[in-house]
């Protein structure tokens, strides 16, 4: 297993430097060049500008620069943003990450629970009405052009009943009025979302040893997240800073509405095909033969092996997580990675742009790692 692990590393990291080279010579090829925009850049001075071209070898040859780029790459060292100047690309994505991961990883959770739940249930309940309503409109959800349904969104829920903020990710009436960091509040949101993942975890853990019955442990399961989730708005209640995080997470709902819509209808469908390729199995057949429940054999016998493409489009979904939605983002004006990889491409800001896909592609390729490990410890066979 270690060597196998020693490997898939081995690859990725050869995956890397094959990222690096394209986007480095992706942006190189945009119009105008490097020098030039530093030049019409009002926010540098001539020294400035030409302490950037020295520190980053900007004057060599392309070659050159590509070797100095891909040091500066793999000594974490990704330059000075261009329409920041002078904030590090460093300083600017950890400001900005929290709350992509805030918004993306809670619509991708809820997407994933409840698209496997009810593809798993419809693919078992197969031939029936509602398997076929359900499908239709997974495909329509799925295949939908992205900020048609963001705007019908905005306009019902957000101009018509006046329900939910229309944009950015907080009340400037409310914040002017204290001296907390908003990037202080997305942290502790994100710790709470942490730590209940943690107990949800540790409780699906102790009802495995507690019982073998399949309903106790689901009681147990569900009383203790419950129990955690509760205890965390409390927290957030009684806190004197608990308004300001219930604004952020008022200002989430339609966002993460507009992501779990689309992220749901692709689990669900593909969590019902992969189900109904599983029963059709003999193994399937052969657990009803011996008189299991139905929903034995649904659950520990055909979902458990018909989740393994769920997983893969999870994790994959996870590592692309980092990114952002560039539409979701710039449509709701929640000022996240994909928000800024469009600025900075569009602001000709090429440290800033090459940051932000490179710290996105080693979050994919580390998604892909932990695929190929999970489906190690799932499969031995692909060890050898």
Do not use: C
């Not at 020693?6 to 945009?30: D, E, K, P």
């Amino acid at each position: 297993m270690i060597k196998y692990i020693g490997n898939r590393l081995a690859q990725i990291l050869i995956l890397l430097v094959i990222y690096v080279a394209v986007v480095f010579f992706l942006l190189h090829s945009m119009p105008g060049g490097i020098e030039a925009v530093l030049a019409t850049n009002p926010n540098l001075t001539p020294a400035a500008r030409e302490s950037i071209l020295k520190a980053f070898g900007l004057t060599q040859p392309l070659p050159v620069q590509f070797v100095l780029y891909l040091k500066n790459i793999f000594t974490f060292n990704l330059g000075i943003s261009y329409s920041f100047y002078p904030t590090p690309v460093w300083t600017i994505i950890a400001r900005r990450l929290p709350r992509t991961i805030l918004l993306f990883t809670t619509a991708t959770l809820i997407a994933f629970f409840v698209g496997f739940a009810s593809g798993k249930s419809l693919a078992w309940k197969r031939g029936k009405t509602s398997e076929y309503v359900s499908t239709v409109v997974g495909v329509i959800a799925y295949t939908v052009f992205t900020p048609l349904l963001i705007f019908t969104l905005i306009w019902f829920f957000g101009s018509y009943l006046g329900i939910f903020p229309l944009n950015q990710f907080l009340n400037p009436d409310l914040w002017i009025r204290t001296n907390l960091n908003a990037q202080t509040i997305f942290l502790y949101l994100l710790l709470t979302i942490s730590l209940i993942g943690l107990a949800m975890l540790a409780s699906f853990a102790i009802a495995q040893k507690v019982s073998h019955r399949v309903k106790t442990r689901k009681i147990i399961f569900y009383i203790s997240t419950a129990i955690a989730i509760a205890l965390a708005v409390f927290w957030w209640a009684v806190s004197p800073v608990g308004i300001y995080g219930f604004d952020i997470l008022w200002h989430m709902i339609l966002p993460v509405m507009a992501v779990t819509i689309i992220s749901y209808a692709g689990t669900m469908l593909v969590m019902r095909d992969s189900m109904l390729e599983t029963i059709k199995e003999d193994f399937i057949t052969t657990a009803r033969a011996k008189g299991l429940p139905d929903k034995v054999v649904r659950d520990k016998h055909a979902a458990r092996t018909a989740m393994l493409p769920v997983i893969t489009n999870f994790v994959l979904s996870m590592g692309f997580v980092v990114s952002g939605g560039v539409i979701t983002e710039t449509l709701f004006s929640w000022p996240g990675m994909g928000m800024t990889l469009l600025d900075s491409v569009l602001a000709k800001d090429y440290p800033l742009a090459s940051g932000a896909l490179i710290f996105t592609g080693i979050f994919v390729l580390f998604a892909h790692l932990v695929i190929d490990i999970v489906y190690a410890f799932l499969d031995p066979r692909i060890r050898y």
